[in-house]
């Protein structure tokens, strides 16, 4: 799933729609631009006519108030030995809890947070070496006052790819998102030069007038900090998304994985992350379940 803020006339702002599938692309394998026809993911792809952000705005706004707590990073998650639950540091205060569930990737949830020795070595090696998604790139929307024509006279979307190796991850590619506006997935040391029409990676594959945007918006996810670890560029082995460790509750069953990159199918997209999210949801009750058993057990 892909989300796209470009509102569609006519439909509900919530509302996933079809990409068009059968658009030909424009391929720059940088000796040669190549026709191709269909879709370079092979798979349908959706996106949101107001944007993701929308589906978590619609589902904080039926939370009881209080329920949600924004600007609130928890620097630390220790076990609490009295309570038997686990405590948050927050600038507010100390929380408490029975269960956390973790919907950020592992690997930035290992650096942004203190969980003294609590985890357990190989979950540690794990996270901190699993990749982030998206997490080592910048995204780059520029907009036209005109509508953009490929070369010779293919369809609307193109990919560019900055180095010659089939399958490296690190290309850049441009997508025609909608009539005016193009889409550009680049590593960040290149979007200062995506910044500068000239150097804008579309010429290529839309001829000059692709060199004079009206406006350019450059989101280079690699220096959030609360998105990407200072790590996340040598992060590649994607290999360990959706790893066995992250399908088991850490912490005596007290502490959930459910970020995309622990999902076992669909890892990276958003179907990973509402299907490990679903598996947190799920585990939580479980877990409640079995400490209740064996207090009960223990009792006897």
């Known amino acids: 799933m892909t989300s796209c803020p470009t509102p569609v006339g006519g439909r509900d702002r919530r509302q996933p729609h079809s990409g068009r599938l059968s658009l030909p692309r424009v391929h720059d394998e940088l000796r040669r631009i190549r026709r191709l026809a269909g ?11 107001a944007g993701a952000q929308s589906i978590a705005s619609a589902l904080a706004a039926e939370l009881p108030t209080g329920a949600l707590r924004l600007d609130t990073p928890v620097p630390a998650i220790h076990p609490d030995r009295r309570t038997g639950g686990l405590t948050l540091s927050t600038p507010a205060g100390t929380l408490y809890a029975e ?4 919907a950020l990737p592992p690997a930035l949830a290992m650096e942004r947070i203190d969980f003294g020795d609590a985890l357990p070595a190989d979950l540690v090696r794990l996270a ?3 990749p982030v998604w998206m997490g080592a790139v910048a995204k780059v929307v520029a907009r036209y006052p005109h509508r953009l024509l490929a070369r ?4 609307r979307r193109g990919v560019q790819q900055d ?18 506006t193009l889409r550009v997935r680049a590593r960040p040391h290149r979007t200062a030069r995506l910044r500068a029409g000239r150097h804008h990676p579309a010429t290529r594959l839309f001829g000059p007038p692709a060199a004079t945007p009206t406006a350019v918006h450059v989101q280079n996810w690699s220096g959030e900090r609360w ?7 040598h992060l590649a082995d994607y290999s360990l998304f959706g790893h066995p460790l992250y399908q088991r509750p850490a912490l ?17 997209h958003i179907e990973g992350a509402l299907a490990a999210g679903e598996r947190a949801a799920r585990a939580v009750p479980a877990a409640s379940d079995d400490v209740s058993d064996g207090l009960r057990a223990a009792s006897r």
């Not at 998105?227 to 560029?233: A, E, G, K, L």
């Open 252 to 268: 005596d069953g007290r502490l959930h994985w459910a970020s995309t990159e622990t999902a076992t199918d669909y890892a990276g």
């Open 128 to 130: 901190q070496s699993t």
């Open 99 to 102: 269960h956390v569930v973790l």
């Open 163 to 180: 180095r010659p190796a089939a399958g490296d991850p690190r290309r850049v590619r441009a997508r025609r998102r909608a009539r005016r």
């Open 152 to 155: 010779g006279g293919a369809g």
């Open 39 to 49: 879709n370079l993911i092979d798979a349908p792809s959706r996106r949101f006519a």
């Open 227 to 233: 998105t990407s670890p200072s790590t996340v560029q």
